[in-house]
Every structure is written in structure tokens, then in C-alpha cells.
């Protein structure tokens, strides 16, 4: 069973910047692939980024690139969401996603991800 522990979310003015984490266990993680997704009210969850364990490889949506920095610590076997620069839009709950399966062509789809953490919400004021 694999456990994911997502904390780091809070209240931040647009500009700002916030760091979310994501510390999982129950699993040797070099095979999966973890990914951020978030989910604003009344919205389907989007992709935010994804990491590859085994060799760091990333993925950004557009809306995030050059703001947000996914990023992993093997040793503690977590995984970072660097937030930079953010905007009002940003505002939703974000969830960390993980799973050994993951494919490039996959990587962007919540419903190929088996394990979910239980979210943090962000919200960023104007």
C-alpha cells in the first residue's frame, strides 16, 4: 500500500511563492512517476507537473512552466511543488498522484495514476 502526504498549501498574495510536499511510503519508488494535479471549484482536476524517480525527468503544463519547479528528495522520498510567481488562477486544492506505471503518453491523465494523495488547498488573493 502506498501512502502519499501532501502539506505545504495555505494563503499566499498573488506574486508570492509557496512550496508543497509530498511525502510517500509503503513502496521503493524508483519506478514511479509522481505527479501534481489540482482542481478548482466547479472545474475538472488538471495536470499540474510530474517527475520521474528514476532519472528526475520532468513535465509542466503551460499554465505552470517557468513558475513552478517539480522536484524529488530520494532519500526522504518525497517529492516538491516550487510555486513561484503566482497568480489568482492558481487557486485550487493540489494533489500529489503516484504510480509505477506511467508512461510519457500518460503522464497528464489523473485517471492513470492509482494512488492519490489527500490534497492541500492553495488559494492566492489579489
Known amino acids: 500500500q502506498v501512502q502519499l502526504v501532501e502539506s505545504g498549501g495555505g494563503l499566499v498574495q498573488a506574486g508570492g511563492s509557496l512550496r508543497l510536499s509530498c511525502a510517500a511510503s509503503?513502496?521503493?519508488?524508483?519506478?514511479?512517476?509522481t505527479g501534481w494535479f489540482r482542481q478548482a471549484p466547479g472545474k475538472e482536476r488538471e495536470f499540474v507537473a510530474a517527475i520521474r524517480w528514476s532519472n528526475g525527468n520532468t513535465n509542466y503544463a503551460d499554465p505552470v512552466k517557468g513558475r513552478f519547479t517539480i522536484s524529488r528528495d530520494n532519500a526522504k522520498n518525497t517529492v516538491y511543488l516550487q510555486m513561484n510567481s503566482l497568480k489568482v488562477d492558481d487557486t485550487a486544492v493540489y494533489y500529489c498522484?503516484?504510480?509505477?506505471?506511467?508512461?510519457?503518453?500518460?503522464?497528464?491523465?489523473?485517471?492513470?495514476?492509482?494512488?492519490w494523495g489527500q490534497g492541500t488547498q492553495v488559494t492566492v488573493s489579489s
Open positions: 509503503g513502496r521503493t519508488f524508483s519506478t514511479y512517476v
Open positions: 498522484a503516484a504510480d509505477p506505471g506511467i508512461t510519457i503518453g500518460s503522464m497528464r491523465m489523473p485517471g492513470r495514476y492509482e494512488y
